[in-house]
């Protein structure tokens, strides 16, 4: 039965600030109005209702707040329904002048999802409360039950209890003799204070009862464990019976330390034919294993019912039949745990481990053709890659596939054995530029970070990394001509530097942010417009010019010289330059998220088209197509799931040879190894 904390010893004022809906004030009344709060508080707060920056319920409170300006030990709990409202609240609190010396507080639920509070900081803040270093606290329902400070002298309810039992815990909070308790309750509102009415008969009552029944002698209940078998703590009286051991057993283990990939639970082995069950604790438990032989109905009940009895005696259980907690585990002086750390070490396949330094001499090398199918949510199909490594991957990729899954797409990777291929020192190079350069602007959506990237990555390096090429494919071809142009450092050229391809019978040139670039040059690349910071792929020409009409949301149009003189202040000199048809560069697809993370995101692939003049853009990468874009924004996926099943692969080996004679694919051992919190397929 809930109390509210009242007694004969102790005064409590109960008040009730009604008000009227038009925000009129009355003697002994505050009202409020519905306006939306949404700014700072000033000197003048009657400006501040009139300019909605304050509603007249906020304002109620703060009145009521400011009566209480003279107590030198205040001990305040407001009371409010949402998290949000307890955030705003402190914050506005806190920055009247007229309060300045209070200190304000707020605390919700640790499972709020907006600003969650643990455990801890509860704690800091009620020990706080309690020392007089905060004095006002803006509270949800955490606070309605649980807290005991005898200081606390004045509660408030912003927002209505919800139920009588919400009312009467909230009440019970004032524990100072002659509190007060303060409802903010909107006049004329017949229902609320009819309910409100309910709620303090209903406190009334139950205190009647309650004196009533404190002044009856209790009879002895009749002991019924003797029908059972239990546990009981001489000191404390704490019992723990066969039925309620497993669920003790299970809070227990709760308790113990764990983090995002493990909870601690018990495991249970039980033989049948020996009338026998042993219990496995965690590993952070003091008792291990616990054994006991009985009825096999009740075998599972006996094992824990001892393991209780084990663990009070090592005093892992309190004697009140509890998980010690006096101490929190990471903590405690005598137990040295190492905490899980999140950078844990990378493992790779040595098949990949090499500098790049040394592979680039290595002149053959295996290939592997690496094909992309599946639904897409575009209209471009990826092209295929040529993995290119340094020595045989083994049996599993003769001919393998495997399938990764989006939330609304998925693609089907194919793996096949190509032969062995020769590649000089400078092929190498231009290839690890070509890979570096177009990875580095697909992963990095910032415009600096993907070129610093890119120049990092051109450097030839000693040190031991992954290292593999990937090459685009045409028609079975390795497609050297993107190869080698678009791995040329075009970000280096300076502005008097005219580039084209070498290859065109007639140069015919457009002027762009670095100086006159050849039309093909333009027609399949990778362009950054630094005005904006963003990254686009050129498909082709427009028949459009910057004195074409620029058709806006509103409807209105204006042409592309006015629109971006407008909108960022931008001239446009080069007028019969015709527009490059554009889209934003397709962002890499994590396929080995959780599936749901796509669920409410657009996809990268369906890109909006726009409209670029030349002189705006500087070329970064060309020629890139649009089908070796999609391949490579899946590439980095499948790449990592292929050194998993390398990985997979050497760890059959290492299980030695009775693993050697089943012929097991390493897929099947990848499978066995990973979890359903993966949300694999084959999980």
Known sequence: MASDGSNDGRRRSDRWLASDDDGSSSRGSRSYSNAVFAGHIGEDFTADIQDGLLTSKVHCLVQSLLEYRHMQDLRCIVFVERVITSIVLESLLSSISQMSGWNVKYMAGDSSALHPQSRKKHTEIVDSFRSGKVHLIVATQVLEEGLDVPSCNLIIRFDPAATVCSFIQSRGRARMQNSDYVLLVRRGDAEALSKTEKFLASGQIMREESLRLASTMCQPLENTLCEEDHYCVESTGAIVTMNSSIPLIYFFCSKLPFDEYYRPLPRFTIDKALCSCTLHLPKSSPVQTVYTEGEVSVLKKAVCLKACRELHTVGALTDSLLPELGVPWEEEPDIVVEKYQHEQPDYYPEEFVDNWFSFSRLGIYYCYKISLEGYFKTTVSPTDILLVVKCDL???????????????????????????????????????????????????????????????????????????????????????????????????????????????????????????????????????????????????????????????????????????????????????????????????????????????????????????????????????????????????????????????????????????????????????????????EFS
């Open 394 to 680: 083994g049996p599993d990729f003769v001919s393998s596939s495997f399938k990764l899954c989006g939330a609304q797409d998925y693609v089907n990777v194919a793996i096949k054995y190509a032969g062995i291929i020769h590649l000089n020192q400078e092929q190498v190079t231009m290839a690890r530029r070509f890979q570096a350069t177009i990875l580095s602007l697909l992963i990095n959506t910032d415009q600096s970070e993907g070129i610093d990237a890119m120049k990092y990555f051109h450097e030839m390096e000693v040190t031991m990394g992954i290292v593999y090429l990937l090459l685009p494919l045409v028609s079975g071809k390795v497609d050297w001509c993107s190869v080698k142009f678009s791995a040329s450092q075009v970000y280096e050229a300076s502005n008097k530097d005219t580039k084209h391809c070498h290859s065109c019978k007639e140069v015919d040139l457009l002027q762009t942010k670095d100086g006159p670039v050849c039309r093909c040059m333009l027609k399949k690349s990778i362009v950054c417009t630094p005005h904006n910071m963003e990254l686009y792929a050129v498909t082709g020409f427009l028949e459009l010019n910057a004195t074409s009409q620029l058709h806006l949301r509103d409807g209105s149009a204006v042409t592309y010289i006015t629109y971006f003189k407008t909108r960022y202040g931008l001239s446009l000199t080069h007028k019969n330059q015709p527009l490059l048809a554009a889209s934003k560069l397709v962002e890499v697809r994590n396929f080995l998220h959780k599936r749901h993370y796509y669920e409410n995101k657009k996809e990268s692939c369906n890109s909006y088209a726009v409209e670029l003049p030349p002189e705006l853009c500087r070329v970064l990468m060309s020629p890139v197509s649009a089908s070796t874009l999609c391949s490579f924004s899946i590439i980095p996926s499948a790449m990592y799931r292929i050194q998993c099943i390398l990985l997979s692969a050497k760890l059959k080996v290492q299980l030695g040879p009775r693993m050697q004679q089943f012929v097991i694919p390493a897929l099947k051992i990848l499978e066995a190894i990973t979890t359903k919190e993966c949300q694999e």
